[in-house]
């Protein structure tokens, strides 16, 4: 779609403040336009669908991170219209399917057409994902708190909440109570759940299950830490938006207990003692005291824990768990000629994500680290102007998605806050 005139405006200024890199500039302007250039597409319904790149589908959790560092601009009002469209959509979604994870631009019936149970015509995929829930709640409370606007919440929220609340819930009782299962025939392992397509035993610990991380590979056990404390954040967004503009005191209070209940389970049952490191959270567990000791490069993730909101940059347990992760002793860890970072099931072994290395730099308590990483993605581009989901740390010519559009978000946002911060 064409061009916004306050985006322009914005990213001219932080442009100028990266000229003396001229390749970190180029990077910033290619990323800070991916979305808005290449993946905005305006439906007859005045809603707006957010391609992933190149997949020809919209994800609840890409499209919401794919315009999140536009929403300082949420008081220009043709991006204020751009932002609702992607909101709208997204909540049109959720009501459609609130276990899909991504769908077609229209009831076209595209997509994982033999998974099973058979999906709606809506839908491309439907791994459940706790995070794809979160997402949207996300932007719509940022979107807000940086416009003051309260049309949307007033006539979106409850409802949408009123479904998440009650998926959760489900959740909490996967093994008792919950229908959904997810069964791909001559599937790879991790794009089909174990147990006929219901997963692995898990018992109640107030948690809410999870079939798929948020790389869409499957759960090796059902609460996923990253995603429940994202679900912690997300329900105290919806309450304070239920309270302040909705007056709904008692949808409110069910997100609030909601809230404690995961937290609880999550201090309970997520936390672990390493040898080396203290007390770390682990990456899943099942409340039968199975782990999994790994952090996947997707976001969320535990090394975004700070990002998300749920614990700050110097929390004792985030910070003897970002040295975990950013160590060998973390399977997805992966260091080479180019870079060291964090990767992914999803690729193949010795690819660092280019977004765990945006996501490492957010985090990082020093600018030393900062520039280090921003220093990283540059000299790994392949000479594209462009990230990529992962590349080859010993060659960075070879990589995963030429057209993903996420992390290119991710970055000019990291990049915008450096300047902000006096880091560049």
Known sequence: ??????????????????????KLCKIYKNAALATIESVLEKCDDGTYFVLTGDIPAMWLRDSSAQITHYLPLSQDKEMAEIIEGVIK?????????????????????????????????WVWERKYEIDSLCYPIRVL???WKNSGRTELIKERLEKTVRIIVDLWK???????????YHYRARARERDTLSNNGKGEKVVYTGMTWSGFRPSDDRCIYGYLTASEMFACVVLGYMSEMLREVCNNISLADECD???????????????????????????????????????????????????????????????????????KENPFYFEGKFAKGIGSNHTPENYVWHMALVMQGITASTNEEKKEIIDMVVNTDADTGYLHEGFNVD??????????????????????????????
Request: aromatic fraction near 14%; glycine fraction near 6%; include cysteine.
């Open 395 to 424: 060659n960075p010519f070879e990589f995963t998605r030429q057209w993903f559009t996420w992390p290119n978000a991710l970055f000019a946002e990291f990049i915008e806050n450096c300047v902000d911060s006096g880091v560049i």
């Open 89 to 121: 959509r997204q909540f049109m979604y959720i009501e459609i399917d609130p276990y899909a994870n991504a769908f077609n631009k229209e009831e076209n019936g595209r997509g994982h057409t033999g998974d099973m149970p058979k999906q709606g015509k």
């Open 141 to 143: 409370y940022l979107y």
């Open 170 to 180: 489900t959740e909490q009782y996967h093994c008792e109570k919950s229908e959904y």
């Open 1 to 22: 779609m064409s061009s916004v005139k306050a985006l322009d405006k914005r990213i001219e200024y932080y442009a100028s403040k990266l000229s003396q890199n001229p």
């Open 257 to 327: 207990t909601l809230k404690a209940q995961i937290k609880d389970g999550i201090e309970k049952y997520c936390i672990v003692d390493h040898e080396k490191y203290g007390k770390i959270y682990a990456c899943e567990t099942d409340g039968l005291g199975h782990y999994s000791m790994i952090d996947d490069a997707n976001i969320p993730s535990l090394l975004s824990i700070p990002y998300i909101g749920y614990a700050g940059i110097d929390d004792e347990i985030y910070q003897n768990t970002r040295k975990f992760l950013l160590s």
